[in-house]
């Protein structure tokens, strides 16, 4: 055989092994090309009504499409999403929410709602559709080979940042990513998965902020897989949400240790034995050191828990063991806030100067009540010489406040016995009830005057 024969069916081998070598990598990477198993959540709904300043105007309606992230997690169609300030949608009952969800190929799938874990704002849902995609879920979080996929501009985004650290213990609800976004600025974080070296779902990211000693590194808190998982399991398996919990105590704003305020009557707290003036030391033996310590514990044990409570009462420790319940007081309700411009641009659009903002209703507005501060100018209108209070400047039909009969000019100056000044004090106020009535106490034509509210 010749130098050039020999030349050429070498040639014909190399080619022949690149042609095998790239099917097979075609293969493989089909395989763990994790895409396949991302989906996009559409959540659609309603808002009746919108607010506009201290006003609430009932007749307009607001169509919100919320477009969030997701990924198949099970091979019988079960999809996980992070819903953030969402979960309220999903969660809280009377409220009509509609699902779908899309492929990477851009086909749209029904889907329903299975459950909500509302510790950590993480929704299971379901399509008959998205059988057999489902993306291996890995061990946890490591420091090597991490990746980060998220939908942006149109289309899944792969990335690998440089990773730094990864702090917080394995199974904790919120882990820490300290990174260098290497170009991902530009990504949304919220609601992204991250992915380990082997193409497996390590964690979904909650939120990031900028690192406090360094512009080019961010800090990500990151639900680890374990903890998607055990929300995963406990949802498919019971078709219920999970309930974050609950203790019933208010504490006090103004001391730097975590003293309690108020115990709520019937609550959690009251029958462990917890009393105003206990200074909260511990949570099975995890020291609490604030306000946000505190909250977190108790959401992150959920309704039903058991913990044990470290407290100091007259300068001697004790323990005491509390069973955490559902939270009493009414859940978050949503809709929107209207901004209009004081004077309006003729060089501008309407879209361009009307914003519109989806917030937490005030409490005031769940019992029905338009309200502003009393001046003594309003108070002199409508014949009320109250030094505190709150005008009432509209009542909704068909409110809680409406069916009682206040009216229009009525001064509320105290609720459940606490005067009221501001929409802060009717928020504490609403916050303490546990058994769903409120006494509030009014002025009508300078008179006193008292209603029993019940709210539903």
């Not at 169509?63 to 198949?72: D, F, N, T």
């Not at 440089?162 to 904790?172: F, M, T």
């Not at 305020?261 to 050191?289: F, R």
């Not at 937490?360 to 507005?365: G, M, R, Y």
């Amino acid at each position: 055989m010749n130098r050039r024969s020999r030349l050429m069916n070498l040639f014909v081998r190399s080619l022949s092994f690149s042609i095998v070598l790239s099917l097979c990598s075609s293969l493989l990477l089909g395989q763990q090309d994790p895409r396949e198993s991302l989906v996009r959540v559409f959540l659609n709904r309603e808002f009746p009504g919108v607010v506009h300043g201290s006003r609430y105007i009932p007749h307009i309606h607001v169509q919100e499409v919320a477009e969030l992230q997701g990924v198949v997690v099970d091979s019988r169609g079960y999809v996980v999403s992070y819903v953030g300030s969402y979960w309220p949608e999903l969660s809280l009952p009377g409220i009509d929410a509609r699902l779908s969800i899309e492929t990477v190929d851009g086909t749209r799938h029904p889907a329903h709602l299975v459950g909500v874990d509302e510790r950590i704002a993480l929704a299971v849902l379901a399509s008959e559709g998205l059988k057999n995609k489902a993306l291996s879920v890995g061990e946890g979080l490591d420091e090597s080979g991490v990746r980060f996929v998220s939908f942006h501009e149109g289309q899944w985004r792969v990335a690998s940042p440089a990773l730094v650290k990864v702090s917080g213990d394995d199974p904790s609800p919120v882990r820490e990513m300290q990174i260098v976004p290497n170009g991902m600025d530009l990504c949304p974080v919220e609601g992204g998965m991250v992915l380990d070296a082997e193409n497996r779902l390590a964690g979904i990211v909650r939120r990031s902020h900028s690192h406090p000693f360094s512009r080019k590194m961010q800090v990500w808190q990151v639900l680890p897989s374990q903890v998607i998982q055990s929300s995963v399991s406990r949802i498919v398996e019971t078709g219920e949400n999970i309930r974050a919990g609950w203790l019933g105590i208010m504490p006090e704003f103004h001391t730097s240790h975590l003293q309690v305020a108020q115990v709520i009557p019937e609550s959690p707290a009251a029958t462990a034995g917890v009393q105003n003036g206990d200074v909260i030391l511990a949570i099975d033996d995890q020291t609490i050191q604030s306000r946000w310590d505190l909250a977190q514990a108790i959401r992150w044990k959920g309704s039903g828990g058991e913990l044990t409570l470290s407290i100091l009462r007259d300068g001697r420790p004790h323990e005491l063991s509390a069973v955490l319940s559902e939270r009493q007081d009414r859940g978050p309700r949503v809709s929107w806030r209207l901004e209009v411009p004081a004077f309006w641009s003729r060089t501008r659009s309407l879209e361009e100067q009307v914003r519109v903002h989806r917030i937490i209703l005030p409490s005031h507005l769940h019992l029905g009540l338009v309200v502003d501060p009393l001046t003594p100018k309003l108070g002199e209108y409508f014949n009320n010489r109250a030094r505190h209070g709150l005008l009432i400047r509209t009542v909704l039909p068909d409110s809680p406040a409406g069916r009682v009969g206040f009216q229009e000019g009525d001064v509320v100056v105290e609720v459940n016995g606490r005067s009221v000044a501001s929409d802060l004090d009717i928020q504490r106020s609403f916050q303490s009830v546990d058994d769903g009535v409120m006494m509030i106490r009014f002025l009508r034509d300078g008179r006193s005057m008292t209603r029993t509210l019940t709210i539903p």
